[in-house]
């Protein structure tokens, strides 16, 4: 008899699945995702394999490499590698990810991460009053788990920044908010782009 062992991120996916299956308290069921993401992050041949990651690129909106969609319950693995020039520390928009679970696991590079709070009562079109509540450093082996609506920001701190990014649903065909705090502008714009690709350890790259 053969026996195969599955790859590191075959066995993540069995395990959020397990989740899905087992916890029908979604906020339960993501906190409980924390420990799994941080198994994948350790595993040696993810990392290697991260390495070959093409870079994405920024255009218009953020690009995220595609790894996986569940078929049954929707949610996404997506990968990004972020190529930045430590002295500028760019920083992304003030923004939310909308009705969007996220979980986000640094595999190299350090970012910081701004968290703020929405103030006013949103009674305003085009007008929303943010406070800074808050920043954090994630590096490798980190996980930050953004829930949806969380107002906040990534800030690069290192060249580069590679991480694996598990969602609730495919993003970029929904609008999410965007804040200004210095002139109280909001508005709303498309998530990243997705770029399917073959994640070492699985078949085949996703269609979409
Ligand atoms: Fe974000």
Request: no cysteine; glycine share 8%; proline share 7%.
């Amino acid at each position: 008899m053969v026996t195969t062992t599955d790859s590191a991120v075959k066995q993540f996916i069995s395990q959020i699945r397990n989740l899905y299956e087992q916890e029908p308290n979604v906020d339960k069921r993501w906190e409980k995702m924390i420990p799994v993401m941080r198994e994948l992050l350790a595993d040696a041949d993810a990392r290697k394999d991260s390495a070959a990651w093409p870079e994405t690129v920024y255009t218009d909106r953020a690009e995220n490499l595609l790894f996986y969609e569940d078929p049954d319950y929707g949610f996404v693995l997506n990968g990004f590698i972020k190529i930045s020039n430590p002295d500028v520390k760019p920083k992304s928009l003030i923004h939310d990810h909308a009705q969007n679970w996220t979980l986000y696991g640094v595999l190299d590079g350090t970012d910081a991460i701004e968290r703020y709070e929405r103030v006013d009562d949103g009674s305003k079109p085009d007008y929303a009053e943010v406070k800074f509540t808050g920043r954090f450093q994630v590096g490798p082996g980190d996980v930050d788990l953004v829930q949806p609506w969380l107002i906040h920001a990534e800030v690069g701190e290192t060249k580069r920044t590679t991480a694996f990014i598990l969602r609730a649903e495919r993003p970029g065909s929904f609008l999410q908010g965007r804040y200004n705090p210095e002139t109280n502008e909001y508005w709303q714009g498309y998530g990243p782009r997705m770029t399917p690709y073959k994640l070492g350890g699985m078949d085949s790259a996703p269609t979409i």
